[in-house]
């Protein structure tokens, strides 16, 4: 038999005496015991939604919502999330995206735990070690489910959240299937979204993209600031006022601005008419900004430090080229997401060693892009084309490598288990583009 697991939750020496390392199950799931911070509970549902426009979705929705409603904790605070699973027939979990919880509470059915059947629960429990606009979203089937509606923002507020007057929206940019076809909203608005918000008062956007595909946004009538991307802090960021905002699936950003006098319009490029326009007194409507150049997420480094000291190397480097082929899907011609000229299950595991500093080296030669996201580990940019990340470090949790692009990547395998990584095109990872990362 293989090793137990002892009283003390260690692993002992596996079959035939052999020395397993000595991975303590306690590193591997939040904690059990403790009165918790914040508790929630999010029953998952078959609804038929509307949309703003009366759109009709047949969607699965978290407590009656679409999105799922906002989970808010505060930095530090041991977060409990009960599932509870009363849909007919669609068996699901939650992933908790962009926050590096341990293994087990992971949510990735088939790796980290079993998907919970109609009529089940499930209690996730974690400390929120980290602050910024995160996501959670079902992790079985994800690319239907999450699509349909299974998932919602998740903010971790600093324990200072800035100004008392702060008027924050949380957007979803997401793609839903109605019967009246594929229809673009931020959240369940796919028609202008008019909000009255006074001169002077401070406002935040946490944008999640939480479809598949990148998404080109504007932001029209005000100079503003990105402060975070992936929920990591920004250092010192500055004014822009014309540039257009790609943001890939999985990814989000947070921009902060000062209401000015005037109106100010946010949206999609590609569903202006799904845009936010806030106004100081109830009038005025602006027209999306269309020429203007790309943010470029790679010029923004954090505060938060990288792993290296002086004179560090990589213990691990591994190369991971993004392609296509075709194939079949459900027995239909299809294109297979490859990852090395594989597709999973067959592409082997990258596997490291607790402690050591590892350098990805991601290659995009398919005709779309991938944003790329990592379970467990955010990582540090280190060069995007060849050209390298100097001054402030760039964090992220998905990077979304267009094609012919070529970026490289570091972590520190501080997070031990078994990770998902994949394609955020969710899609995409459906069809190939899926790889785990595990733990010696
Ligand atoms: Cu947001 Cu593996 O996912
Ligand atoms: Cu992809």
Redesign the pocket.
């Known amino acids: 038999d293989g090793p137990e697991v002892s009283g003390h939750g260690h692993l002992a020496a596996g079959a035939g005496g052999a020395k397993v390392p000595s991975v303590s199950v306690a590193d591997l799931t939040g904690p059990r015991t403790g009165v918790p911070d914040k508790r929630f509970t999010l029953t998952a549902t078959d609804a038929r939604m509307k949309l703003s426009s009366s759109a009709e979705v047949d969607a699965v929705v978290f407590n009656g919502q679409l999105p799922g409603p906002e989970l808010r904790v505060r930095e530090g605070d041991l977060v409990e999330v009960t599932l509870v699973n009363r849909t007919r027939d669609v068996p699901t979990t939650l ?1 908790w ?2 926050v590096d919880v341990p293994n087990a509470e992971d949510g ?1 059915a088939g790796v980290t735990q079993d998907a919970v059947a109609p009529g089940k629960s499930h209690t996730y429990r974690w400390v929120a070690g980290q602050t910024g606009t995160y ?1 959670y ?1 079902s ?1 079985q089937q ?1 690319s239907v489910q ?1 699509r349909r509606g299974l998932f919602g923002p998740l903010v971790i507020e600093k324990a200072d959240p800035g100004p008392a007057n702060l008027k924050e929206f949380t957007l979803a940019a997401h793609v839903w299937d109605t019967d009246k076809g594929e229809i673009s909203s931020l959240n369940s608005y796919d028609t202008l979204r008019r909000e009255t918000v006074p001169a002077g008062t401070p406002v935040r956007i946490r944008l999640v993209n939480s479809d598949n595909f990148l998404k080109t946004f504007t932001l029209a009538g005000v100079p503003f600031k990105v402060t975070a991307l992936d929920g990591n802090d920004v250092n010192a960021p500055t004014e822009l006022s014309k540039v257009k905002l790609p943001l890939g699936g ?1 990814g989000r950003y947070d921009l902060e601005f000062v209401m000015p006098a005037g109106p100010v319009r946010f949206a999609d490029l590609a569903a202006p008419d799904a845009g936010l326009l806030i106004t100081p007194d109830g009038k005025g409507e602006l027209a999306p900004l269309l020429e203007a150049p790309d943010f470029d997420p790679t010029r923004y480094g954090s505060p938060r430090p990288t792993p290296f000291g002086p004179g560090s190397d990589f213990d691990r480097s591994f190369q991971l080229i993004l392609d296509n082929k075709p194939g079949f899907f459900d027995g239909t011609p299809y294109y297979l997401w490859t990852v090395n000229g594989s597709v999973f299950p067959h592409i082997p595991m990258l596997m490291v060693r607790e402690g050591e500093l590892v350098k990805v080296t991601v290659v995009n030669r398919s005709f779309l892009e991938h944003p790329l ?1 990592l ?1 467990g580990h955010r990582v540090l940019v280190l060069s995007r084309n060849g050209k390298p990340v100097t001054g402030s470090p760039v964090w992220l949790d ?1 990077v979304t490598v267009v094609d012919g692009e070529t970026y490289e990547l570091a972590f520190k395998a501080d997070n031990p288990g078994v990770w ?3 394609c ?1 095109n ?1 899609e995409h ?1 459906a069809m190939g583009m899926t790889i785990h990362l595990a733990y010696e």
């Open positions: 992933h995206h962009g990735v996501w979203h992790h994800s999450v999985g996201h379970h998905t998902m990584d994949h955020h969710l990872a």
